[in-house]
């Protein structure tokens, strides 16, 4: 097949910016106190830095221009999921039983196609990549199966690219809302996605190219799984043996995160299970 992709980071970005505008409650308050304590640390750490690193007028105008241009991209969400969402997650789910939760990232969309389990993920007729049966229960944290359970998936292409934010893909492609069954068991078929490069066109990419880094992330499924009177649990799923496990850029690998796949009998494509507990709620 051949698929005219052109993904720009202005493109990705604005796009990932938008939806956080339209999706996220950013009119969320935080208390005068809270962010006279958050702000003065922050700028503290950053003034320290310069301090510590004796920082030039040449460095600190590199970095005012390189600021500037991370609006202009739009990649202050790319950026925040990168290098701090880890952190946050880390400690919203220090407590946490059950699942390991992990970062959402900036490519998720509400409100995806709902689908009954067994499930195909919506995809193109020659959708490209190898067939993954991706399959398991969701349980409460006493291993009681819970029925009716909501999968919601979503990941890259073989190429790495995400519908709704890289162009020249339909709309909810491998992206899907799949209901498990009444035993809390769930499967879905797709393509197992690739390891994903965040943009490297636009002002985070010239961060990375500037500093040395690499810009991968090993390939993973995004899931977030719920029910009623449950905690939602937002995650990530890895494959074994990919070579960005141990150095992925986005810091968000746990080792309980880590599927292992194996060829299908009928030598159709792959497969693996993975169970979800989900923890009650408050
Ligand atoms: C980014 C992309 C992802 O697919 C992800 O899971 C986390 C972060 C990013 O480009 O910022
Ligand atoms: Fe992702």
Same mark, same amino acid.
């Given at each position: 097949m051949s698929v005219e992709i052109t993904a720009t980071a202005a493109a990705s970005g604005a796009n990932a910016t938008e939806r956080f505008r339209s999706d996220k409650s950013?009119?969320?308050?935080? $208390?005068?106190?809270?962010?006279?304590a958050l702000a003065t640390r922050a700028i503290k750490a950053l003034a320290d830095t310069v301090m510590e690193e004796e920082v030039t007028y040449d460095e600190y105008n590199a970095l005012k221009s390189?600021?500037?241009?991370?609006?202009?991209d739009g990649e202050w969400p790319l950026f925040l999921d990168v290098w701090i969402e880890h952190a946050v997650e880390e400690v919203a789910n220090a407590d946490r039983e $059950?699942?390991?939760?992990?970062?959402?990232?900036?490519?998720?969309?509400?409100?995806?196609?709902?689908?009954?389990?067994?499930?195909?993920?919506?995809?193109?007729d020659d959708e490209p990549g190898t067939p993954l049966l991706f399959q398991g229960r969701v349980t409460d944290i006493n291993g009681e199966p819970i029925g009716g359970a909501q999968v919601e998936i979503w990941h890259a292409d073989d190429l790495g690219f995400y519908s709704q934010f890289a162009p020249g893909i339909p709309e909810w492609n491998l992206r899907g809302t799949v209901i498990a069954d009444s035993e809390g068991d769930y499967r879905i078929n797709t393509v197992q996605p690739?390891?994903?490069?965040?943009?490297t066109d636009g002002a985070c990419g010239e961060l990375i190219a500037s500093?040395?880094?690499?810009?991968?992330?090993?390939a993973h499924l995004h899931l977030k799984?719920?029910?009623? $009177?449950?905690?939602?649990?937002?995650?990530?799923?890895?494959?074994?043996?990919?070579?960005?496990?141990?150095?992925?850029i986005?810091?968000?690998?746990?080792?309980?995160?880590?599927?292992?796949?194996?060829d299908k009998a009928d030598g159709t494509g792959r497969e693996v299970s993975y169970d979800f507990v989900l923890a009650s709620a408050g």
């Open positions: 950013v009119a969320a308050e935080v $208390g005068t106190e809270r962010v006279n390189w600021l500037i241009r991370v609006g202009e $059950g699942s390991k939760g992990t970062i959402e990232g900036p490519y998720y969309v509400p409100g995806s196609p709902v689908l009954a389990t067994p499930a195909t993920l919506p995809m193109r690739a390891p994903y490069q965040i943009p500093a040395g880094w690499h810009a991968w992330r090993p799984v719920s029910a009623p $009177g449950h905690q939602l649990i937002t995650t990530q799923l890895y494959f074994t043996a990919d070579e960005h496990l141990s150095d992925d986005a810091s968000a690998v746990k080792p309980e995160l880590v599927l292992q796949p194996e």
